[in-house]
Nanobody, 122 residues
Framework: VQLQASGGGLVQAGGSLRLSCAAS????????MGWFRQAPGKEREFVAT????????YYADSVKGRFTISRDSAENTVYLQMNSLKPEDTALYYC????????????????WGQGTLVTVSS
């Protein structure tokens, strides 16, 4: 399984970006797809997860109401729409897949993309 993330870039505070993550191979309804991020000098943290089968979404408190995770099953792609971006959202964003249906525990995600950099200027 390979995950290819894209869509990062430089944006001003208050702006928006949309990240995409295309997965090779089939994603099953029992899987979850998620986004994590890692800022310089900090640990990788959970951002959002979506259950592939039901589409139910889960968010970190820090992004709730500003970010939206979605999926396109036909394209085997997961998206992260990020609105009202803040400088503290600056990080390397990773997409990941859990074959075990994990929600926020990064240790339970089996496959990781290469990361895409999001920089929010003040």
């Amino acid at each position: 399984v390979q995950l290819q993330a894209s869509g990062g870039g430089l944006v001003q505070a208050g702006g928006s970006l949309r990240l995409s993550c295309a997965a090779s191979g089939r994603t099953f309804s029992s899987h979850t797809m998620g986004w994590f991020r890692q800022a310089p000098g900090k640990e990788r943290e959970f951002v959002a997860t979506i259950r592939w089968g039901t589409g139910r979404q889960y968010y970190a408190d820090s992004v709730k109401g500003r970010f939206t995770i979605s999926r396109d099953s036909a394209e085997n792609t997961v998206y992260l729409q990020m609105n009202s971006l803040k400088p503290e959202d600056t990080a390397l964003y990773y997409c990941a897949r859990s074959n075990r249906g994990a929600l926020s525990d990064k240790g339970s995600f089996d496959y990781w993309g290469q990361g895409t950099l999001v920089t929010v200027s003040s």
